[in-house]
């Protein structure tokens, strides 16, 4: 199966790969895997009064999965909370132009993102929060 | 345990023991209109019978809902039927007959290419019983999952290293290790699985519709999606290791 240019180029050139501590203040860590294809992501941010002032991703799995982690993490840099939480999946099919058996990468993408924003509320809130 | 063999616990012989299991998919010819009490072949006519799309794989080979499956039963079972339905078989017959011939043997074939395989087996029986356990979400396994992408770091570093220089002798012994390690690991979750069907299978067995067998029965499908899971992740990463290091 041939890839599209895009996914090449997030592929060789992945933009914003590697990691924050996950106890640094504003970070927020999402850490989702595919169990059909044994796929692993983690995608996390940084917030900075409401806005994700970085982004940093670090996947195993196959050239969709990294391309499409690779790219949420260039959308999310300089959008605020609830901006984030509105990224779709189809938009990244649609930018990456995935094929169909590609999709559920741009799913597990979509749910490391969601998993990262509930992961800074949920350290926003507090231990305190957390513990109820 | 690999995936194309079978796991050797063939103890129970409850295969066929329980009428009620094999439910049928219909119940009357589709040729003389009687009633069929055979398996796929109406007594009175003779003629073969369609296996319904709808039909689970173990109703179609005739076996009950069970984890552990004697595989030379089930492919004895998979001869047999493959003989009945095989459209070479069928060449004289009506054209409905053919295409039953033809749709029979296909259904037939992914049937037993999904249950001869433990784990395909499993996996396709949770498929079955999942309305009951998809509301209980798995929380993912965060340790593996930082080992895994720790490994893969590493992965990087071997393969970006100088060939045959020191820090590459290093490294692959490192990773050879971890492989390992993880092989080990994926041994365990196939032994520990084994464990859980049989728990399921002397369960169904048993039958017990208490809510107390009920809360059982979906901790130990939970159990086995985790495990299963987990297994995928490992086998995942195992390979990538012995297709880089060799």
């Keep these: 199966m041939a890839y599209s240019e895009k996914v090449v180029d997030h592929f060789n050139n992945p933009r914003n790969m590697g990691s924050f501590k996950k106890d640094e203040e504003g970070v927020g860590t999402g850490m989702v895997g595919a169990p059909e294809c044994g796929d692993v992501m983690k995608l996390q941010i940084k917030v900075h009064n409401d806005m994700i002032v970085d982004a940093k991703f670090k996947t195993f799995g196959c050239g969709s999965a990294i391309a499409s982690s690779s790219l949420a993490t260039e959308w999310l840099k300089g959008k605020t909370i609830q901006e984030a939480q509105k990224i779709k999946n189809t938009d990244i099919v649609q930018e990456l132009n995935l094929p169909p058996v590609k999709i559920h990468c741009s799913v597990l993408a979509e749910d490391a993102i969601k998993a990262a924003l509930a992961d800074y509320q949920k350290n926003a809130d507090g231990p305190a929060a957390a513990a109820k | ?246």
């Design chain 2, 1 to 246: 345990m690999d995936d194309n063999k079978d796991t050797g616990m063939d103890h129970h012989d409850t295969h066929n023991s329980n009428p009620r299991e094999l439910q049928m998919a219909r119940s009357m010819c589709w040729h003389c209109q009687s009633e069929v009490s055979g398996e796929y072949f109406c007594d009175r006519c003779i003629k073969v019978q369609p296996v319904s799309k709808e039909t689970d794989y173990f109703t179609c080979l005739g076996f009950p809902r069970r984890l552990t499956i004697d595989p030379r039963k089930l492919e004895a079972k998979f001869y047999e039927l493959s003989r009945a339905f095989h459209p070479d078989f069928y060449q004289n017959k009506s054209e409905t007959e053919q295409a039953i011939s033809l749709g029979n043997s296909a259904i037939l074939n992914s049937a037993y290419r999904t249950l001869r395989d433990p784990i395909q087996r499993a996996e396709y029986l949770l498929d079955l019983e999942a309305g009951a356990v998809k509301e209980l979400k798995n929380s993912p396994p965060a340790d593996l999952f930082e080992e895994i992408l720790e490994l893969q770091d590493t992965l990087n570093e071997y393969r970006a290293a100088e060939r045959t220089s020191e820090t590459q002798q290093q490294l692959r012994a490192k990773l050879h290790a971890e492989q390992l390690t993880l092989e080990q690991r994926k041994q365990d979750m196939e032994t520990n699985l084994q464990q859980l069907f049989t728990n399921w299978d002397a369960l169904q067995d048993h039958g017990d519709a208490t809510s107390q067998a009920r809360t059982e029965r979906d901790r130990l499908l939970k159990q086995i999606r985790e495990i299963l899971a987990n297994r995928t992740y490992v086998k995942s990463i195992v390979n990538n290791l012995v297709a880089t290091i060799g």
